[in-house]
């Protein structure tokens, strides 16, 4: 979700196999650098091995570049890696979000194949998103404090995880 | 004195419906008193009845529990009714007073554990004033089974526990949609079962207190909920006993959790670190 030079990226931390809880410690949001982080919902194994793939793309960026990527062209990365697989898809959905120049917030989502969704508010992915952008729409406000986000943001997800069964058992925050 | 012998389980209670009307929905029951339930006419009945089976989807999330131990019967549930991944209610009642010295739990559907309890309920009652005596649990879940024996194929989906205390004590019988009907010491019914029992089993004596026992449903139930998605809310706990049932507590499963599990404070969570706020 954006706010006002600022952005808040959410997860829960339930790793399950259909109804079966697995562990309640799972890592979905990673950090790209430390102005972009990318929230991988879907299969456990895909979300990290496409971390682990995006990292090495990104630090290559680096050397050759000797600067950090921008979030737009993060974005289009991570979307022409997911294309790449277009007949065997890694089953996972990203929210790409990261600050820009002059500390612009920019946020995006995409499906398993990669086509990309810019929003201007906020962006969902995982089993209760349906439940999740029902709750963004009715609490977000253009322009908040990193305070007032992160209250937000964590209602959000917290009453929309109240209502999914594969969804919980905690959640993670980080506002940047 | 003779006294009439209550014969109402034995009666089938669907009837054959009737063409001759058109619009073919009419009951032709045998005993107009016993409620009987219309069947659909179609080419196709048990196709049919398996689409609607498909449709319907009853999913048995949930995760119920009963034993038997030296003072009674303790029976506890957990409250999360789900629609594949939907929560629908954190709140559902899974305990169902039939009367007040017997239990059955609900598992499976909600509206058929719902209206079938409700109607041992009656037949209980009935059978008490024909027979001026309180009907046993065996005679309780025989007559629940029997019924659900004739509906047995069209899609009813449940799964309970008849748990009670009559004049030969505590009774407990696992009776199910597909007719089934076994007397037992110990059950778990529903998906998150498997985790109950193993937490049930292991705790399990014969001669234990009530608080005992009522702890550890308590902790077997949470246990489940812990793992199974489909199961949570709270955590319900009756003893019925030989003056009846009574209920023991009803407990939230989140704060359950933190009651076994106090959250220790390690010193890497009260760290706050400040992002940077320029770039470099």
Redesign the interface.
């Known amino acids: 979700m954006v706010g006002k030079n600022c952005f808040a990226i959410a997860s829960d931390r339930r790793l399950g196999v259909q109804l079966q809880t697995i562990a309640t410690d799972f890592q979905r949001v990673f950090k790209i650098h430390d102005k972009l982080y990318i929230g991988l919902s879907g299969l456990g194994t895909d979300a990290q091995t496409l971390y682990q793939r995006l990292v090495f793309r990104h630090k290559l960026y680096q050397l050759r570049e000797e600067r950090d990527m921008k979030p737009e062209t993060f974005a289009s990365l991570v979307s022409a890696i997911l294309y790449e697989k277009r007949f065997g898809p890694y089953f996972c959905q990203p929210v790409i979000a990261g600050l820009g120049e002059d500390n612009k917030p920019f946020i995006c989502t995409m499906d398993c194949i990669g086509a990309k969704e810019l929003a201007k508010d906020f962006v969902v992915s995982g089993t209760a998103s349906e439940s999740l952008y029902g709750a963004c729409e009715s609490m977000y406000k253009p322009n908040m404090e990193p305070e007032e986000l992160f209250e937000t943001v964590s209602q959000a997800l917290m009453s929309s995880v109240d209502r999914d069964c594969l969804s919980g058992w905690g959640g993670y925050v980080l506002i940047v | 004195m003779a006294m009439k012998v209550d014969m109402s389980a034995l009666e089938t209670n669907f009837s054959i419906p009737c063409l001759d009307d058109g619009d073919g929905m009419h009951l032709s029951a045998d005993s107009p008193d016993v409620p009987s339930m219309v069947l659909p006419t179609c080419a196709d009945f048990d196709g049919f009845q398996a689409a609607t089976k498909d449709m319907v989807k009853n999913k048995r ?1 949930t995760t119920t529990l009963a034993f038997i131990f030296d003072k009674g019967v303790i029976v506890a549930a957990d409250s ?1 009714a ?1 629609m594949g ?3 629908s209610s ?1 709140t559902v009642r899974k305990i169902i007073e039939i009367n007040p010295y017997m239990l059955g739990t609900m598992a499976g559907g909600a509206a058929d554990c719902q209206f079938w309890h409700r109607n041992l309920g009656n037949k209980c009652r009935l059978h008490e004033l024909s027979n001026k005596r309180r009907i046993s649990i065996a005679g309780a879940s025989k007559l629940l089974a029997n019924i659900l024996y004739s509906y047995r194929g069209m899609g009813l989906s449940i799964g309970t526990m008849i748990a009670g205390f009559d004049e030969k004590g505590p009774g407990l019988y696992y009776v199910d949609s597909e007719g089934a009907r076994l007397v037992g010491n110990r059950f778990s019914v529903g ?1 998150g079962s498997l985790y109950a029992y193993g937490i049930l089993d292991e705790g399990y004596r014969f001669n234990m207190s009530v608080e005992e026992a009522a702890e550890l449903a308590r902790r077997a139930i949470y246990g489940a909920t ?5 199961s ?1 809310g709270c955590v319900s706990v009756y003893h019925v006993g030989p003056d009846g049932w009574k209920k023991l507590s009803g407990d939230d499963v989140g704060e359950l959790h933190y009651h076994y599990y106090p959250v220790q404070k390690t010193p890497v969570e009260q760290e706050m670190t400040d ?2 706020s320029t ?1 470099a």
């Open positions: 999330g999360r789900s991944g939907y929560i954190q998906s812990f793992r199974d998605a489909a949570g992002a940077p770039s």
